[in-house]
């Protein structure tokens, strides 16, 4: 950056521990013809982003795989999406691509002989995105359904999700969306119709608790849509009817933390456990059960997840993961914990909602579910602690950092006109532009 502000060259980078504002803004300095003019990027560039590049480089043909724990080949689609980054959509259908190898490769004088990693390369870059075989993992999973193998993995959870049929229905909405599963079209296409019929009755015999009275299968059509247990759905149910999740959004987190410490087990289903993993690291890997992994994350996002929403800046969370005030470096346990949990965190906020609206609309009732419930997931997601703080956070636009727009919050919120606590949250939204202009107004 210039001493006048602005951008004129230079380079950024690209990465999975970016947060949404830092990406947004890496990319478009990078499309910008006065911007910057490299951008270097782990394997997230190279998923099907269309950027203005016109020479990829790529290092190496090979990553490190954290599941094996050591270095990868790339499969030859990889290599093909990240070449496929050069060439300006729009502009020029070609662009210039360089592969420096993992391994050098030599070449024997006295023998005439080329290393054969030469050829393992030459053999990728012969084949086509056209040519890759695609599958889809949905017909493993039929077939195991079909073959009543349905107890643990993939199976069992896909059944989990499959909606369940009303009464009345003119066809059970899962058979629905089986039949538009690529494994269906496929089988199509071979003219086994028998196969996809087979496999969507395999499926809706074998659906979980699917001869419940139609009363009580709004429960069964949330657990379906979350991938939860109803056991779990039924004990939201009975904080909601204590008056549990009545108050302001901080004191719903709060109760929902409470409720999963009388059984932290529970976190295990409702975050998945690879986040978690890549958060906490090795050594919480060898903890020596689930239980004490859900302790330990527990008492951790407990602390965290209250802060983030009170919109300090990420140094701040990375102090209360560490534990210390120094040596924060990049703060990535912060990161982690932003892109990984909170998201997960969101989905868990969105539960009570879920659950009070199926409820009402399976026994009629219109009544609207109060706002700050009803906007719970988006307030945790943005990092906010109330629906005037996410309104505000939505109306600076992400160009506005998730800090800067708490500022903004912190300097109207006086001025903020009372609302109806079961209002559109539209309605919400301007009446944080009224506290805006009203408090513009009193600074002139």
Request: net charge negative.
């Amino acid at each position: 950056m210039e001493d006048d502000g602005l951008v004129r060259t230079g380079a950024a980078s690209h990465h999975g521990l970016l947060l949404r504002e830092e990406r947004e803004l890496h990319e478009s300095l990078f499309r910008r013809p006065n911007g910057i003019r490299a951008l270097f990027a782990t394997s997230t560039l190279a998923q099907g982003m269309n950027l203005p590049s016109e020479v990829v480089i790529i290092s190496g043909d090979s990553r490190f795989d954290p599941g094996a724990d050591k270095m990868k080949k790339l499969e030859a689609h990889e290599l093909l999406n990240a070449a496929g980054r050069a060439g300006r959509a729009g502009e020029g259908s070609q662009g210039f691509v360089l592969l420096v190898p993992s391994k050098v490769i030599d070449f024997d004088d006295q023998k005439n002989q080329i290393s054969g990693h030469w050829m393992e390369l030459q053999a990728i870059f012969e084949q086509a995105d056209q040519c890759l075989v695609i599958d889809d993992p949905m017909e493993t999973v039929l077939d195991q359904i079909h073959d009543s193998v349905t107890k643990t993995g993939t199976a069992s959870y896909l059944l989990s999700k499959l909606p369940l049929a009303l009464a009345g229905a003119e066809e059970d909405p899962a058979a629905t969306l089986l039949k538009r599963t690529f494994a269906a079209y496929r089988a199509g296409l071979r003219g086994d119709h028998n196969w996809v019929q087979s496999r969507i009755d395999a499926a809706i015999a074998a659906r979980a608790n699917a001869n419940l009275p139609d009363k009580e299968k709004w429960i069964e059509q949330v657990a379906g849509s979350t991938g939860l247990s109803v056991g779990i759905l039924q004990q939201l149910i009975e904080l909601i009817d204590a008056g549990a999740f009545d108050g302001t959004a901080l004191e719903i987190v709060a109760a929902l933390l409470a409720w999963l410490d009388t059984n932290p087990i529970m976190l295990m289903d409702l975050v998945r456990p690879d986040s978690l993993e890549e958060l906490f690291g090795e050594k919480y890997k060898k903890l020596s059960s689930d239980t004490e992994r859900a302790k330990q994350a527990l008492s951790i996002i407990a602390k965290l997840w209250p802060l983030w929403m009170s919109g300090v800046p990420l140094c701040r969370l990375e102090e209360e993961f560490l534990g210390r005030h120094d040596k924060l470096g990049y703060c990535e346990n912060a990161r982690r914990f932003a892109s990984r949990i909170v998201p997960e965190l969101s989905f868990v906020s969105t539960l009570p909602a879920r659950l009070l609206a199926a409820r009402r609309k399976a026994a009629g009732d219109d009544a609207p579910i109060r706002t700050v419930l009803a906007t719970l997931g988006g307030i945790v997601r943005e990092g906010c602690d109330s629906t005037e703080s996410l309104a505000t956070r939505l109306n600076c636009g992400r160009t506005v950092s998730r800090v800067a727009s708490r500022r903004i919050f912190d300097s109207i919120k006086t001025y903020i006109p009372p609302g109806n606590p079961h209002e559109d949250f539209e309605e919400t939204r301007q009446r944080m532009v009224r506290a805006d202009a009203v408090s513009r107004f009193e600074d002139l």
